[in-house]
């Protein structure tokens, strides 16, 4: 759960990761008690080893079709994002994770328990080609 907006529910990951194509992440979300105060921007970022974002989507839900502060009392959201490799991109072990942040701030958004603002959505293999 992600303070005042809601729960990321689920993923759909593809089952081959590789350089050649940018990776679909289909989040599933799940709104709070109330549609949150701010239009929230969502983040799915792939990282390396090292902890660097190697790979990221950024946009609000659903393509800017269904912002956060449009969300009913646990209305289930599909939310579609193409990742975009970076520079530091190779084949390997990664990580993937979601979020929110506030695009004015760039503040990201704290999962209810105090423990992280991302959700880890789990490990990946980036084949070469």
Same mark, same amino acid.
């Given at each position: 759960?992600?303070?005042?907006?809601?729960?990321? +529910? &689920?993923?759909?990951?593809?089952? %081959?990761?590789?350089?050649?194509?940018?990776?679909?992440?289909? /989040?599933?979300? @799940?709104? #709070?008690?109330? !549609? !949150?105060?701010?239009?929230?921007?969502?983040?799915? @970022? /792939?990282?390396?080893?090292?902890? $660097?974002?190697?790979?990221?989507?950024?946009? *609000?839900?659903?393509? #800017?079709? $269904?912002?956060?502060?449009?969300?009913? *009392?646990?209305?289930?959201? %599909?939310?579609?994002?193409?990742?975009?490799?970076?520079?530091?991109?190779?084949? #390997?072990? !990664?990580?993937?994770?979601?979020?929110?942040?506030?695009? /004015?701030?760039?503040? %990201?958004?704290?999962?209810?328990? &105090?423990?992280?603002?991302? !959700? +880890? /959505? #789990?490990?990946?293999?980036? @084949?070469?080609?």
């Amino acid at each position: 759960m992600f303070n005042g907006v809601g729960s990321l +529910i &689920g993923a759909n990951l593809p089952e %081959r990761w590789s350089l050649e194509n940018p990776p679909q992440v289909e /989040l599933i979300w @799940q709104a #709070g008690d109330s !549609a !949150a105060s701010t239009a929230y921007t969502v983040f799915v @970022q /792939l990282l390396d080893a090292e902890g $660097r974002v190697i790979a990221q989507s950024d946009s *609000q839900p659903s393509s #800017g079709a $269904r912002p956060t502060t449009g969300w009913r *009392q646990d209305e289930i959201i %599909r939310d579609l994002h193409t990742l975009q490799y970076n520079e530091f991109a190779v084949p #390997g072990s !990664a990580i993937l994770i979601a979020g929110f942040y506030d695009p /004015l701030t760039g503040e %990201r958004v704290q999962l209810a328990d &105090g423990s992280d603002f991302a !959700a +880890i /959505l #789990g490990d990946v293999s980036i @084949q070469p080609s």
